[in-house]
């Protein structure tokens, strides 16, 4: 099974609309980070949350990871056509050792106008 | 600017040519990281070096080998390449290995092999 699965694979959502993309993993999330990618390009780093209960926030996207941390979500607010690419989340250490990021699957998001 | 930089930026291959991937970062990190990414999976780990002087295989290593030249420089290879290695490679870095120290992403290495 997936280490960390990440949901929806993809969502088309109506410009302006509010969308809220998930990452879950059976096991303590000690660093989870989110990333952003445009088509074609790099990973743009959204954010990075350690501690149970933690929510971050940057301009119209918003980070939270539960108490449990097992869970985290990403929520967009008033969608603009900016918002448009992948969104990965990824996890420090999930397999115990010093192998880096663990990273779910991807979302593939599309604003239509 | 200050980061992790990758040649080259594409790439495309004739089945059992070789190359080498280049990626040096100037941050002074300790930990480096090769990862590829293909559509639908996400990032996958390849190789990662924890600290100068240690390679070790990720989840994907078959048909790869790396090299930490020195603490800046961390190369990967490709013997035979195959058209299952068409991909789009990244390398990263990290501060230490350990959770919270984040990661710097290069920009990527978009490889084609027929």
């Known amino acids: 099974s997936q280490e960390l699965e990440q949901s929806p694979q993809s969502l088309i959502v109506q410009e302006g609309k509010n969308l809220t993309i998930n990452c879950t993993s059976s096991?303590?999330?000690?660093?989870l980070y989110w990333y952003k990618q445009k088509y074609g390009e790099g990973l743009i780093f959204l954010m990075m949350?350690?501690?149970?209960?933690e929510e971050k926030s940057h301009e119209k996207i918003t980070a939270k990871l539960d108490e449990k941390k097992q869970q985290s979500s990403l929520h967009i607010t008033a969608s603009q056509p900016s918002h448009a690419g992948i969104y990965l989340c990824?996890?420090?250490?999930?397999?115990?050792?010093?192998?880096?990021?663990?990273f779910g699957k991807g979302t593939h998001l599309i604003i239509q106008p | 600017n200050a980061g992790v930089t990758q040649t080259p930026k594409f790439q495309v291959l004739k089945t059992g040519q070789s190359m080498t991937l280049q990626c040096a970062q100037d941050m002074n990190h300790n930990s480096m990281y090769w990862y590829r990414q293909d559509p639908g999976m996400g990032l996958r780990l390849i190789y990662y070096?924890?600290?100068?002087?240690t390679t070790d295989k990720g989840e994907v290593p078959n048909g790869y080998n790396v090299s930490r030249l020195n603490k800046r420089e961390f190369s990967l290879r490709l013997e035979s390449a195959a058209p299952s290695q068409t991909s789009v490679y990244f390398c990263?870095?990290?501060?230490?290995w350990g959770a919270g120290y984040g990661y710097t992403f290069g920009s990527g290495t978009r490889l084609t092999v027929v």
């Open positions: 990263a870095s990290s501060e230490n």
């Open positions: 949350l350690q501690k149970g209960g």
């Open positions: 990824g996890a420090d250490n999930l397999r115990g050792g010093a192998d880096g990021l663990t």
């Open positions: 070096s924890a600290s100068e002087g």
């Open positions: 096991k303590t999330l000690y660093g």
